[in-house]
């Protein structure tokens, strides 16, 4: 009986455990924007894929609800967005290169990275997942 009881917490704390699991991603910053020039530009003008696992990481003074286009920007970008612990709070799969419609997420944010459109499902990044930065 106390071998059933053993075995049944332990189901229950695995499903537990399971349900409150993160992912750990990494992703190589190649650019950052911190001034309101910089993050007005982005990538604009860029022709050229980013390298695999890499972007431009937009720092924020203050959370915000900002907006992106792809005015100019002629690859399609995912958009990850992070709180002050780089937790993901949303994203923005497959924004299409030149469309000028802006587009957000219903979170606020500190951090927000551009990667190649792809990067998001290819790494399976989702709410919750924590993202570390390499430069």
């Known amino acids: 009986m106390f071998v059933i009881i053993l075995l049944l917490i332990t189901i229950i704390l695995l499903l537990s455990f399971s349900e409150t699991y993160k992912s750990f991603h990494s992703i190589r910053i190649i650019e950052i924007a ?5 993050k007005a530009k982005g990538l604009m003008n ?8 890499s972007g431009m990481l937009f720092v924020y ?7 992106f286009w792809m005015k100019n920007t002629y690859i399609n970008l995912d958009i990850i967005f992070l709180d002050e612990n780089k937790n993901v ?7 299409k290169a030149r469309d000028e419609t802006l ?3 219903d979170k606020e944010f500190i951090y927000a990275i551009e990667v ?20």
């Not at 709070?89 to 924004?95: A, C, H, I, P, R």
């Open 103 to 105: 587009k957000g997420i």
């Open 89 to 95: 709070v949303g994203v923005l799969e497959n924004m």
């Open 116 to 135: 190649n459109a792809g990067t998001v499902d290819c790494m399976k990044i989702k709410v919750g997942d924590y993202i570390s930065f390499k430069f």
């Open 61 to 67: 003074d203050f959370f915000n609800k900002s907006q």
């Open 46 to 53: 860029r022709k050229e894929k980013l390298p695999v696992k």
């Open 34 to 38: 911190k001034t309101n020039d910089e």
